[in-house]
């Protein structure tokens, strides 16, 4: 896990709320600030990626409501609007209107005072009334921004609205009165757009994710009531019919449906649910009616957790993120002082103030990092939920960054290559038992492992109707097998490793090394039986040999990543040599590595990183956990359902689909290369403003232009990923290609 701006007190959530209307990350740390000023509270952290204040209020009994209006208090006077979530974590904020805000009427305002100001100058020759007209304007635009600077000092810190306030009050003092107004006009204007756009991105991201319904149908004792979503315990059975959207995560008690996922998983095609299986809080209903027990309670549901990480993502800094912001940090203080040296040192020099005071200003002006500080912020909140809306859960910008960046993809092969839905292909006794009795001494010693392997063995037994007994003790060993106890005997199902650790003699061994050479040329892994008796003596019964699938389409989405850049695709597995090889050849990677224990697939890694550099590793998380932690990108898949390994990687793909894989690489490659434009956009328009208004080439309101001009510049070029569904589309999607993009909610028609 990355830390985040909230790093310090992430284990409580504290209260959340959403902030409108700020378009500048620099300005979002005075929120901070201020908020974490207030005596009730010990701590406040302000995300200005997901437009999220979380407070941790003074242990004690502080009155909710009284908390909240303080805090809302807090934040209204420092410029901005701050509405509490409700207890299941949902966003009540109704998006503000964009001509609500605060710093745009009032601009508006301004700007038509300045162009009355402007025509009656030209047309007349009344001075006092144009500078009267002048003034009003700076007053009307310039309150709010004055008043959030001053909100500013008090806690501290020189933002961008106490430059400008301090140009404005300049330009005023050196009886640029019209040059002060315009300042006003191009600032709260800009800063306007700016910020309503930002509010709307992320308006959108959440829109993605508010899809629970507010009530829910509830049975109890074969009644119907409605309740709120938000109300429903675990246990509670509620009543979903045709078309609905889930109220909540549950379990089907009755009724058959297909439910679409998307959602969830991004994928659109619906799957079909039947009693035992699992529903998702804001996945939506197709044809039947189901009956469901609800599974948890609304602010742990997966799509709980799911907002949950993605804001966490948002709000995590990425490496360019931490530079800028280091650079901004030392970069505005050494241009505020270097006007007021200016200032001073050219007007006692030449003796003329008015010059170098005005130019000092200007200097003022350029000193705003805005455009920079925002440039990376912007584009991975953008990426990020575009990433999202196709399934793919990235936890946060830095993750972004290396997986740009990754040239070498190691897969693990059952479930991730393969669907990891074995089947039992032969069965070859040895012993003194039957075919029958094999199955069942295997079935029973892998009834309660959760292996693939396993589960096609007992789905075997339970094919042929062939009872099996149950284990008195069961124990998994990690990539080799099972052991399970039984009355007066042991039994080992696995490999040749747990085979010779059990004491098989090698003479069985040799003729199970004969089976599995064979059955790897199929692509077949064999696994053997032996039964222990209480002696101690090993006896091998016989082995069995399980046939795997490649998953459809695995060549093409190799092939796709080594188009995105990948040069190096090594297969990982516990499987033995020969059934690798085979597999290998057959999807077409470039290397593996077999006979691998969990632990050696992280060593395995390791030494993979040491040759070829950053290194990105998929896996099903299952026994791959440790494997996915030591890679430089952990890819976990298929996780719609389980969280356990939505935890452990970097990033999740939450379908279950290869392609998704190379998309998301070329999505990477983009958001980097977007920060690249914006961050050196930033710095050039910077640096020729800094040169131009050393020599006095550029005056105020031009300063303000190219300042607020490019901020916005780079804020579009931000969300032109947010735009984009997750990238190269060359490798066609299953079946979802029609309905998918109609699904989606377009970012700009979410946020109304
Ligand atoms: P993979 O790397 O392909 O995911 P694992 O590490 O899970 O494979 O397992 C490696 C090998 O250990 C398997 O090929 C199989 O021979 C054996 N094995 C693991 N678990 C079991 C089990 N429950 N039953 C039988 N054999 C098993
Ligand atoms: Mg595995």
């Known amino acids: 896990m990355r830390v985040s701006e909230s790093g310090t007190k992430a284990n409580t959530p504290g209260i959340v709320f959403d902030v409108v209307g700020m378009d ?80 745009l009427l009032p601009g508006l305002a301004a700007a038509l005072l300045w162009v009355a100001g402007f025509v009656i100058d030209l047309g007349s020759d009344a001075p006092i009334v144009v500078t009267s007209i002048f003034a009003t304007a700076i007053a009307v635009g310039g309150f709010t921004i004055m008043r959030s600077g001053w909100v500013a000092i008090r806690a501290g810190r020189i933002d961008m609205n106490v430059l400008m306030s301090i140009s404005v009050v300049g330009a005023a003092a050196l009886g640029e009165w019209s040059e002060g107004a315009l300042v ?52 509670d059975v509620v009543r979903v019919r045709p078309g609905e959207r889930l109220p909540a995560d549950a379990e089907v008690i009755d009724g058959r449906s297909t439910v679409d996922q998307a959602a969830i998983t991004g994928e659109s095609l619906p799957v079909e649910r039947e009693p035992g299986d699992t529903v998702f809080a804001g ?27 993605v804001e966490e993502a948002q709000s995590s800094k990425a490496p360019s993120q931490q530079m800028v912001d280091r650079f901004a940090a030392v970069y505005t203080p050494a241009v505020v002082v270097s006007a007021a040296v200016l200032a001073v040192a050219g ?59 990754i040239r070498t993809v190691v897969f693990d092969k059952t479930g991730t290559l393969t669907l990891g839905r074995p089947k039992v292909a032969n069965v070859i006794v040895r012993g003194d038992v039957s075919e029958k009795e094999l199955i069942a001494t295997a079935a029973a010693a892998e009834q309660d492992s959760e292996h693939p392997i396993a589960r096609s063995i007992v789905a075997r037994a339970l094919h042929d109707e062939i009872v099996f007994e149950r284990a008195r003790f069961f124990a998994a060993v990690p990539g080799k097998g099972v052991r399970a106890t039984f009355a007066e005997h042991h039994v080992v199902v696995g ?98 590595r077999a006979n691998l224990l969990p632990t050696e697939k992280s060593d395995a890694v390791r030494e993979l990183q040491r040759d070829y550099g950053r290194v990105a590793m998929v896996g099903d998380g299952i026994n791959d956990a440790p494997a996915l932690a030591v890679a430089d990108v952990g890819i ?11 935890e452990s990687a970097d990033l999740a793909l939450m379908r279950d689909d290869l392609s998704t894989l190379a998309r998301v690489i070329g999505l990477s490659q983009r958001t980097v290369s977007i920060i690249q434009q914006n961050v050196a956009l930033s710095l050039i328009t910077k640096l020729i403003a800094l040169l131009l208004g050393a ?58």
């Open 24 to 103: 500048c990350g620099d300005c979002a740390l005075s929120v901070e600030r201020v908020v974490g000023k207030l005596p009730e509270v010990e701590t406040a952290a302000v995300s200005f990626a997901s437009g999220t204040l979380r407070v941790w209020p003074v242990p004690g009994d502080c009155e909710p409501e009284a908390l909240e209006r303080s805090i809302r208090g807090a934040v209204d006077r420092a410029g901005y609007s701050a509405v509490a979530r409700d207890a299941a974590d949902r966003v009540k904020v109704a998006q503000a209107k964009w001509w609500t805000h605060r710093t």
């Open 184 to 235: 006003v006009v191009l600032f709260s204007v800009g800063t306007a757009l700016q910020a309503v756009t930002f509010d709307r991105t992320r308006a959108a991201i959440r829109a993605l994710f508010d899809l629970t319904p507010d009530e829910a149908c509830l049975v109890r004792d074969d009644v119907e009531i409605m309740v709120a979503a938000n109300a429903l315990n675990p246990g």
């Open 283 to 309: 996945t939506i209903n197709g044809a039947g009616t189901l009956l469901t027990r609800v599974t948890a309670a609304a602010s742990e549901s997966m799509l709980a957790n799911i907002v949950h990480l």
């Open 347 to 405: 007007g006692a020099l030449t003796g003329d103030w008015n010059t170098w005071v005005y130019r000092a200003l200007v200097l003022l002006v350029i000193a705003c990092p805005c455009a920079l500080v925002i440039s990376t912020p912007v584009s991975i909140v953008s990426a990020i939920g575009a990433a999202s809306r196709s399934g793919v859960l990235v936890k946060g910008g830095a993750v972004l960054e290396d997986a740009a960046r």
């Open 495 to 592: 490999s040749d490793r747990l085979m010779r650790e059990s004491g098989v003699c090698e003479s069985a061994m040799e003729w199970v090394q004969d089976i599995a050479q064979q059955a790897a040329g199929e692509g077949q892994s064999a696994l053997s039986v032996a039964r222990i008796a209480s002696d101690g003596s090993a006896e091998l019964l016989g082995a069995i040999t399980v046939a795997d699938s490649p998953r459809p389409r695995v060549r093409e989405a190799l092939e796709a990543l080594r188009r995105a850049g990948v040069e190096r695709i090594v297969m990982l597995t516990g499987d033995r040599t020969e059934v690798a090889a085979t597999v290998a050849s057959r999807i077409g990677v470039d290397d593996f």
């Open 636 to 646: 976990a898949m298929g996780v719609g359902g389980t969280d356990i390994a939505l």
């Open 695 to 752: 020599f006095g080439f550029v005056n105020l309101w031009i300063a303000v232009l190219a300042d607020v001009g490019t901020s916005i510049v780079v804020t579009l070029n931000g969300l032109r990923l947010a735009r984009s569904r997750s990238g190269d589309d060359s490798v066609p999607e299953p079946g979802s290609t029609i309905s998918d993009s109609e699904q989606r909610i377009p970012v700009d028609q979410a946020a109304d």
